[in-house]
């Protein structure tokens, strides 16, 4: 983030096998907020070792691997989630819905309806340290099954995502990195940004450090599920005329089976 933003800290917490939390605190007013709970033990060793304090979970989506964290964090804390889903996540002290703003550590967080791997899945974009969290929307050079929603759920959500200012760091549920990069290649193999990309994600991971977050410019530039409506995508799966959510109905069915 830049120094503008010095007062926030984002420290990315690795749960379970492959998801990640996100922890954001604000050092001026000790404020700390949660951003998915996939299991509570990683996540309280962060708080003991950092002294912090949680005051507010955020709640993305209701699969397990997001929530079963939550009973065992929540004392003391607000929590969080979308109003659509309030029937299958952990009882919320406060339901929001898209185009609604809060204050979470001391600075401005907008909900983004993000559906299409789940109907009623939201994202959090904080605009002042350029901080989006997507969850299991928007990854790491790929996007989340669709499991409930549609092909044009996904892709008119992948769209507003896509437009958050350049700058904008993802900051997405899992370690998938690797097994989209190489997906991304088998579709896009000339694309230099992307090759460049993989080289940087195969070194990260054999050193054992994460690939998420990302930053939104080099998603726009490399993620295939961001870019169907590009000509060069297009024609390079044989698509030209096809429409662009047809081009990514396409391309999530190909990754399915990858």
């Known amino acids: 983030?830049?120094?503008?933003?010095?007062?926030?800290?984002?420290?990315?917490?690795?749960?379970?096998?492959?998801?990640?939390?996100?922890l954001v605190h604000n050092r001026d007013n000790g404020e700390t907020a949660l951003i998915d709970a996939p299991e509570a033990g990683p996540i309280k060793g962060v708080l003991k070792a950092k002294g912090w304090t949680l005051t507010d979970?955020?709640?993305?989506?209701?699969?397990?691997?997001?929530?079963?964290?939550?009973?065992?964090?929540?004392?003391?804390t607000r929590v969080i989630g979308a109003a659509r889903d309030a029937h299958r996540?952990?009882?919320?002290?406060?339901?929001?819905?898209?185009?609604?703003?809060?204050?979470?550590c001391g600075v401005d967080c907008h909900v983004m309806d993000v559906s299409g791997h789940t109907n009623g899945h939201i994202a959090y974009h904080m605009p002042e340290p350029e901080l989006a969290f997507t969850a299991d929307s928007l990854m790491a050079l790929g996007c989340g099954r669709l499991f409930e929603g549609t092909a044009e759920q996904m892709w008119e959500s992948l769209q507003k995502l896509?437009?958050?200012?350049?700058?904008?760091?993802?900051?997405?549920?899992?370690?998938?990195?690797?097994?989209?990069?190489?997906?991304?290649?088998?579709?896009?193999?000339?694309?230099?940004?992307?090759?460049?990309?993989?080289?940087?994600?195969?070194?990260?991971?054999?050193?054992?450090?994460?690939t998420?977050?990302?930053?939104?410019?080099?998603?726009?530039?490399?993620?295939?599920?961001?870019?169907?409506?590009?000509?060069i995508l297009k024609a390079a799966i044989g698509m030209a005329d096809a429409s662009d959510v047809h081009v990514f109905a396409e391309i999530r069915a190909r990754k399915d089976k990858f």
Request: hydrophobic share 35%; proline share 9%.
């Open 1 to 22: 983030m830049p120094d503008d933003f010095a007062p926030i800290d984002l420290v990315v917490v690795p749960c379970l096998s492959d998801n990640y939390a996100f």
């Open 57 to 76: 979970i955020l709640i993305t989506h209701h699969h397990p691997d997001h929530i079963d964290g939550v009973a065992k964090l929540r004392e003391g």
């Open 89 to 104: 996540l952990p009882d919320l002290d406060k339901q929001v819905a898209d185009g609604d703003s809060l204050t979470i």
């Open 162 to 210: 896509r437009a958050l200012p350049e700058d904008t760091i993802i900051c997405s549920g899992h370690e998938y990195t690797e097994g989209n990069a190489k997906f991304a290649l088998s579709i896009d193999p000339d694309n230099s940004d992307l090759i460049f990309r993989y080289e940087g994600i195969k070194a990260a991971r054999a050193a054992g450090r994460p």
């Open 212 to 231: 998420v977050p990302s930053a939104l410019d080099d998603e726009k530039r490399t993620n295939p599920f961001l870019r169907a409506d590009d000509p």
